[in-house]
């Protein structure tokens, strides 16, 4: 809501300066977005007379003009259309500056000498739009400074209101604020209406059909106007407001509106049918033309006003083109009602057409205020567009709403907003607003407040909405600061929440940088990872109304957002392309409204893992890599009961994945990624990834760790070198040494492999790093050796090693 | 005896003499180990000439194989030590020396042990969650994809409100769930209810985690944010123990000098509900750019919940009272730390990862 202060001046006495008008409304509920200064500088403008116009020799839209500006006489060349010789306009001499901050110089425009600029109201910074220059009012003498002719310094605040407050979407309800919080009573706007001819009852007649969604219908009517512009001061306040000023009659029934808060619309009277106004809901596939020349399809829930004919407004949202004022209208049917804001709101939505009337009617007129807003316009128009207003408005009422009647017990709201405020002050609070306040004292009991809340503020409906009442004018500065004095409350993580930060630690202590990706990705990743659906939904959870296609599927896996942000930074050139991410993946569940939302834990690295350096050659991604990491995250967590197993996935290279799993259960998977879906997600082939579910791992993580006896007795170490065919893994070696090793063997170590010319073809050897020892003993070398030498047979009888 | 005796007694013997002014040139013009053991060779070794001059005095009459065995033991022990203290001084010179070639370029980078970075609004979250954390309160979590009734209608919002519409919440298709009432929860409050209804009040907890809404990505909005939500329902609760506990958050999460503001606000889950501001970092309050002239950066949303909204959760707001609000993570780091667009922070750009 843009509020001016020199209108809202009219209403109440304001603070001397607006930073503190802007301070107070802020204290007390109504946000000042910005602080806007109107017709600065116009002391360095000065009033124009257009002498001549003529055509621009070289440019077809320009025009040459002579401009008389007092002393002198200025050859100008304008742009717009509207000018005419005679016309007075505002001109921005050389060396002046426009309110953006554009400077004015003498100019040669192709080739013509312009001496300044004849500027539009948007050039003046007093609208938002310009359909040509300004015409000045007859009367200014050319040559004056135009801040004397043309009263425009104005400052205009930008107010957010809440949408709890109806009554502050006009300037005496934001006056009713000020008031409130100065001291002070707001001043009506006094005026005295006319009345004559035969009662407005003879000319029109109104009929509510549908009271559910109209409670109150309201027409008056006026005749013999002249439709023209409106004068300066009206329009400047309209602009002011952000509303375009159209013709007299239309801007009056804005500025009303503006003023009180009351949306009005005015029909050409002898456009309505028999005069006759019915308010019904529309038959459903009924159609109308707005006034913007839009043909609506309706249905059951909007309402519309009718005459005989048909439909002549869609109710509180727009009027019809059919009966609009225009240049010829003489007789108007002014319309001041009270719908069913909730309705309003649906069809402004459904139609896409929020208007200054709608925004009100969704939030809720004061339906006590719809006669006075007529009168308020009738006046305006007999002042205006000399009409003759009939006597009396036809005030259809469907129902009647009634002041709301509550009691605010004063223990109880000086106990919620913990301040010992005494039940008068609070009445005088809730007084300074127009609500009646009557304190009660019970004997015995809680002193009340009885209050009766005005029907201009339908948000005050409970006890607390007074509470909050008290409170906002009490002010919230002046509330203490304090701390629950509770003794329920310890803090703590859960252990499950310390473990997941640790895995998030461990995983950046391994050089792994966290990512955040978007939980909604492409369908095309779908078909990218799994083209046949083998594991993951066939129907995902998708986005009804997305913004994109882009993000249109909650994500199954962790995976896509991972390799886009490998590729967004591979495309920007940046290395060390190692990523982990902590977050939900959604799969649908059968017979549950929600679908499951997993703690997943996600990783990709790509490209290299480490740079060249001075002293070692750069390293690459592979398997190993991300093989590695969850190696380290298990021994981290002192996770032991995990393992791998060979496991194809549709989005993996087929030879080099494996399903992950903990304590016996499979918890995801870890591998480098299909060709396929690397070439398709451009990142490099060699991206190894890897995702579990993060409940099983912290689960295993959180199990009590035994103590384990630290060994006193020297241990012996002994190397073993095998050789095997190709196909044996080393993992199933490892395995037999373990079998055969018995109790005495307590380290298996792998490090060295080796294929090549030494060997036969396709032949292996794996090189093993042994320690025993036994906890109550030196072990003796020929004990150990007997082991060694069951190892090796176990080895040969069961995989055909050979030592090497 | 004093050394400087059995000297002058040797100088005064010719032979003896002769020896040890020869041996202490040599052991002085030694200049390294290996010379060292030369010197030490030529008189000491098994033809060293002391060693060949002791094995002859058993040929000496009795009284002068006593002297010259004396003396000659005397000025053994003497070059034994000499050539000792001699050896010790040279090898550490031979270290030093060795050690001078072994010097590294300590401008040389060192092994590469990359780090990692959490996510700046990981920390941020973690941040918040310990200063609550310290004030008595437990983390708690919900769905993110949601039921109307959670996000909405059990926070008091009616049925027709704007914030529902399809332009502005994410609605969900479940498949065979043939709902119409799920969407993306568009703020943490619904765990509020969530908790109330598993947990009989007092109850002091937060809420992190993903919100959505239907906004189109731009400098300042994101489809999908983070917020932490909070929530204290215990016997007398009060609007000071809210502004106390956000004044305290404030200024643990923004510098203990920044002022805090409470403007009366609308919510449709609290009441009384207030925003709260602090004051501007960039221009100390006077007015910036950034505060767009009012000195107060906006940070949160608060209130005291609703009694409609205990209603629906089946607490009576005659025996409970609470507080309850709502932060953006995104808004306090682009505040915080100055970062000048939201989508930064969903690119997962390394450059600007590495940076926190």
């Given amino acids: ?804 | 005896m004093a050394a400087k005796d059995f000297l002058d007694e040797i100088r005064a013997d010719p032979e003896l003499g002769g020896i040890y002014e020869e041996a202490r040139a040599a052991l002085e013009s030694a200049a390294d180990s290996e010379a060292l053991e030369g010197v030490r060779v030529a008189y000491l070794g098994r033809k060293g000439r002391l060693s060949v001059l002791l094995q002859g005095i058993k040929r000496l009459e009795p009284e002068e194989k006593r002297r010259v065995g004396r003396l000659g033991n005397l000025l053994k022990g003497w070059l034994e030590k000499a050539l000792a203290d001699k050896g010790g001084l040279l090898r550490i010179g031979e270290m030093e020396e060795a050690l001078r070639r072994e010097e590294v370029d300590i401008t040389l980078p060192g092994r590469a042990f990359p780090a990692g970075t959490r996510h700046l609004l990981s920390s941020i979250i973690e941040e918040i969650e310990d200063i609550f954390i310290g004030m008595g309160y437990r983390l708690v979590e919900g769905p993110e994809v949601e039921l109307d009734y959670y996000n909405f209608e059990a926070l008091n919002t009616p049925a027709w409100h704007p914030s529902k519409s399809l332009s502005d919440t994410f609605y969900v298709d479940v498949p065979g769930s043939g709902s119409d009432d799920v969407l993306l929860r568009t703020q943490t409050s619904p765990v509020q209810v969530r908790v109330m209804e598993a947990t009989p009040p007092p109850l002091y907890v937060i809420a992190p985690g993903k919100a959505y809404r239907r906004d189109v990505p731009d400098a300042t909005h994101s489809p999908m944010f983070h917020q932490v939500e909070g929530l204290a329902v215990d016997e007398g609760i009060t609007l000071g123990d809210l502004k106390g506990t956000l004044e305290h958050f404030t200024r643990r999460m923004f510098g203990e000098e920044r002022d805090v503001r409470f403007r009366p606000h609308f919510f449709p889950f609290t009441e009384p509900s207030a925003e709260v501001d602090v004051s501007c970092n960039i221009c100390g309050g006077s007015g910036c750019r950034v505060c767009k002239g009012t000195g107060w950066l906006e940070i949160l949303g608060a209130g005291m919940v609703d009694p409609n909204v205990f209603g629906y959760v089946g607490y009576d707001p005659e025996e409970v009272s609470g507080f309850a609000f709502g932060m953006g993570v995104e808004r306090i780091a682009l505040l915080k730390y100055g970062v000048p667009d939201i989508r930064y922070f969903f690119d997962n750009d390394l450059r600007l990862l590495r940076q926190y």
């Fill in chain 1, 1 to 804: 809501m843009r509020v001016s202060l020199e209108w809202l001046a009219e209403y109440v006495d304001l603070p001397a300066s607006a930073h503190d008008l802007a301070e107070m409304l802020n204290g007390s509920g109504t946000a000042v977005e910005a602080v806007e200064e109107i017709g600065e500088g116009f002391e360095a403008f000065v009033v124009g007379r257009v002498l001549e116009v003529k055509a621009h020799p070289s440019a077809d839209r320009l025009s040459l003009c002579r401009v008389d500006l007092g002393g002198e006489v200025a050859d100008i060349v304008c742009g717009a259309p509207n000018v005419r010789p005679g016309m007075l306009s505002p001109v921005a001499p050389p060396g002046s500056r426009l309110p953006d901050g554009t400077r004015i110089s003498e100019a040669t425009i192709r080739g013509v000498a312009s001496r300044g600029m004849l500027l539009s109201e948007k050039e003046l910074g007093i609208s938002e739009e310009a359909d040509g220059i300004m015409v000045l009012e007859e009367g200014a003498k050319a040559g004056a400074r135009l801040s004397d002719v043309l009263a425009a310094r104005d400052t205009v605040l930008d107010l957010e209101i809440t949408p709890n407050r109806p009554d502050c979407l006009s300037m005496l309800g934001i006056a009713r604020e000020v008031a409130a919080l100065t001291g002070q009573k707001v001043k009506s706007p006094e005026f005295a209406l006319r009345e004559e001819g035969a009662p407005a009852a003879d000319a029109v007649r109104v009929d509510i059909e549908d009271g559910d969604l109209c409670s109150r219908y309201a027409a008056r009517v006026i005749e013999e106007v002249g439709i023209h512009a409106s004068p300066w001061w009206m329009r400047r306040r309209l602009q002011a407001a952000g509303v375009r000023p159209i013709s007299n009659v239309v801007d009056v029934t804005n500025y009303v509106m503006l003023e009180t808060g009351q949306p009005l619309h005015a029909f050409d009277l002898d456009l309505v049918k028999d005069g006759h106004i019915i308010v019904r809901r529309a038959a459903n596939g009924e159609a109308m033309t707005t006034l913007d020349g839009v043909e609506r399809r309706l249905a059951r829930d909007d309402l519309l006003i009718c005459d005989p004919s048909g439909p002549v407004a869609l109710a509180g949202v727009m009027g019809g083109e059919h009966t609009e004022v225009s240049a010829s209208t003489t007789r108007i049917l002014l319309e001041s009602a009270h719908f069913d804001p909730a309705n309003i709101m649906r069809t402004a939505r459904l139609q896409e057409l929020p208007s200054e009337a709608s925004y009100r009617f969704e939030r809720g007129v004061d339906p006590g205020g719809c006669v006075r807003a007529a009168d308020r316009a009738a006046f305006l128009m007999q002042e205006l567009a000399g009409g003759t207003v009939r006597p009396g408005a036809v005030d259809a009422r469907a129902r009647i709403i009634e002041p709301v009647s509550l009691v605010l017990r004063v223990r109880r709201t000086a106990a919620i907003i913990g301040a010992d405020i005494g039940g008068e002050e609070m009445a005088s609070y809730l007084r300074s607003i127009e609500l009646e306040a009557e304190m009660v004292k019970e004997d015995g009991g809680e002193d009340t407040i009885r209050v009766t809340v005005p029907t201009f503020r339908p948000d005050l409906e409970r006890e607390i909405d007074l509470v909050e009442e008290v409170a906002r004018l009490y002010g919230y500065g002046r509330i203490a600061p304090t701390l629950p004095r509770s003794s329920h409350n310890i803090g703590s993580l859960t252990p499950q929440q310390g473990k997941r930060r640790e895995v998030a630690r461990i995983l950046a202590g391994m050089g792994l940088h966290e990512a955040i990706c978007h939980a909604f990705i492409s369908p095309r990743w779908l078909e990218i990872l799994d083209p046949d659906r083998q594991c993951l939904p066939s129907a995902p959870v998708i986005l009804r109304n997305p913004i994109s296609e882009e993000m249109s599927v909650m994500r199954p896996l962790l995976l896509p957002g991972l390799l886009e942000a490998v590729r967004y930074n591979l495309n920007r050139q940046v290395a060390g392309l190692l990523f982990f991410e902590m977050g939900r993946t959604f799969v649908p569940r059968a017979r549950e409204k929600l679908p499951e939302e997993a703690q997943k834990l996600g990783c990709a690295l790509a490209a290299r893992w480490l740079p060249k350096q001075w002293h070692r050659d750069a390293e690459d991604v592979d398997f190993f890599a991300a093989k590695g990491i969850l190696e380290r995250l298990m021994s981290s967590l002192r996770v032991t009961s995990w393992d791998l197993r060979r496991e194809g996935f549709p989005f993996l290279h087929p030879a080099q994945s494996c399903a992950v799993s903990i304590r016996d259960r499979d918890v995801g998977f870890l591998g480098l990624v299909h060709p396929r879906v690397a070439a398709a997600a451009d990142v490099p082939p060699n991206t190894a990834v890897l995702e579990i579910a993060l409940d099983p791992l912290i689960a295993a993580a959180l199990e009590p760790l035994p103590y384990e006896e630290i060994p006193r007795y020297p241990s012996i170490q002994m190397d073993l070198a095998v050789v095997v065919d190709g196909g044996v893994d080393a993992g199933e070696v490892e395995d037999v040494i373990w079998e055969a090793g018995g109790e005495l063997l307590r380290e298996v170590r792998l490090f060295d492999l080796y294929r090549g010319d030494q060997l036969g073809e396709g032949e292996k050897s794996l090189a093993f790093s042994l320690s025993f020892y036994a906890l109550d003993r030196t072990l003796r070398d020929d004990e150990v050796r007997s082991v060694y030498e069951g190892i090796i047979a176990k080895l040969a009888g069961g995989l055909g090693a050979r030592l090497r």
